[in-house]
Nanobody, 119 residues
Framework: VQLVESGGGLVQAGGSLRLSCAAS????????MGWYRQAPGKQRELVAA????????NYADSVKGRFTISRDNAKNTMYLQMNTLNPEDTAVYYC?????????????WGQGTQVTVSS
């Protein structure tokens, strides 16, 4: 299984970025997916999550109304559209996949992509 993030970078406050997570080696449509982030000195936190079908989503309060998570199961890709970015959004953003198997669960992580928002 491989999850590869892209789309990070440096942006000014108020700007936008779109992150992508390309998945391979897995049945993408059977996995719930999510974006996490970790800022320096802080714990990794959930930013947004989306069900395997894409039918339901949830967001951290800090990003509601600014970020939108989506997925294209035909392309094995998940996205995070980030608008009205502020310096507090600066972090490494990680793609996460979770598959439920009977009595077990498998979690997969990408390598992360840096997002830096300048004031």
């Amino acid at each position: 299984v491989q999850l590869v993030e892209s789309g990070g970078g440096l942006v000014q406050a108020g700007g936008s970025l779109r992150l992508s997570c390309a998945a391979s080696g897995m049945t993408f449509s059977l996995n719930a997916m999510g974006w996490y982030r970790q800022a320096p000195g802080k714990q990794r936190e959930l930013v947004a999550a989306i069900a395997s079908s894409g039918g339901s989503t949830n967001y951290a309060d800090s990003v509601k109304g600014r970020f939108t998570i989506s997925r294209d199961n035909a392309k094995n890709t998940m996205y995070l559209q980030m608008n009205t970015l502020n310096p507090e959004d600066t972090a490494v953003y990680y793609c996460h996949a979770r598959r439920l198997y009977g009595l077990g669960v498998a979690d997969y992580w990408g390598q992360g992509t840096q997002v830096t928002v300048s004031s």
